[in-house]
């Protein structure tokens, strides 16, 4: 530290200069991290808050304020967690999670050219969608196929290309809105389709449908209703019904999964849900449905149903807009070719075993993760294991809860607590309710990086 005499006598600290602490060995680590032109900004930064303090030449204060500075340069933002919501599909941490050899996959296509849209027989072009078209007909029995960025793209390019300047029916009780913003209504008036609505919010007959119909209508569409169930004295019309009706009236039926399904949920003594296969059984002309719900894929709109149809809106000029990449398609395509071999889903796919996880494995997970907890957190809470009902999420089953097992801490500030865990290195997400914060263990797939962070909660004080 150098001190220069001022004019008035006082002598005046003067900072080291910003090479020198540049070269400072404390700074080595977060230069090589952050890169030398952010660390020589945020030494800038510490002269200009420290200017005439005697902390400004310590050379470890600084690199400790430098470090906390560059955090978020350093550390990505987006972050892995651990999701002991309860909810499997949780839409806020990222739905499905992928199966190794969907990950494979993906790498392999970030990693190197692919034949994305290039046909190795005739070294002529090729489609995208030809990579995953083939195994959703098998999956569905549809005639022709083709995948988008998502489910709302979907219903959006469905709409646009099937009805746009016309009119479209759907039932009141079927005119949901689904997180992030995604509401019928608003998708239609996107579309350029004139909603009609029928029925009643509880009950909507097919003479309903039937009365709507008129010169300007180019559709049904039926909306799986998603995240609410409406229960009591209610009807609505399946589309299997509906098929005669638009049929007859030369109408295009479509239809809105939601999650929608490839696999039989039942298999896994799960409540059923309904699949892709069903809705082009039944007759419906299109079905959309989501890649990263049930499906256990990428984020991804998957578009099934009759051929000439499917052809007209894979040509439709929005269809460029809302396509999907390499990456996604090559994880679909691998997450596709899983569901050749049902029996091996509940092994090789995460969301298929997590959904079908016994409540006594979960439980004896956290019978086994008690102690460690406990021991951890001493007596600032009482930890126990309990039973609870989680939920699949993405607007699957909303009301169909999965029995499952949780730790439950009890404290006086759950909060505190609930964000200790969340500082942690990797991040435990739980959820608090009836006056504890719980950890539902049934999609805990890392139980020794869970227990191997223990030891860095610092739960704060107050
Ligand atoms: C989830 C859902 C959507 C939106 O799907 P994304 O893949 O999230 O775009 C649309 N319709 C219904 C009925 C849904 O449940």
Redesign the pocket.
Known sequence: MSRADRADGASEIRPPSIDRMAGWPSLTPLIERAGRPLVIETLRAWVEAKRGMPEVADEAACAVWCAARLKPFVEPSQRRVFNLTGTVLH?NLG?AVLAEEAIAAAVEAMRSPTTLEYDLGGGARGERDDHIAPWLCRLTGAEAATAV???????LLVLSELAAGREVIVSRGEL?E???A?R?PDIMARAGCRLVEVGTTNRTHLKDYAAAIGPETAAIMK?????YAIQGFTRSVPAAELVPLAREKGVALIE????GTLADLETWGLPHEPTAREAVEAGVDVV??????LLGGP???LVVGRKPMIQRIARNPMKRALRLDKVRLAALEATLRLYADPTRLAERLPTIRNLARPAAAIRAVAERLMPSVRAVLGDRARVSVVEVRGQIG???LPVDLLPSFALALQAKGLDRIADSFRRLPIPVIGRIGDGALHFDLRTLDDEAAFVAQLDKLDVVAG
Do not use: C, M, Y
């Not at 960025?149 to 219903?155: D, L, S």
């Open positions: 839409t739905r960025n998502n489910n709302a793209a979907a219903v949901i689904i997180g992030g995604f019928i909306v799986h209703p998603s995240n809105d999964l939601g999650s959309t449905f989501s890649g990263d719900k984020q991804a709109g993405s607007g699957a």
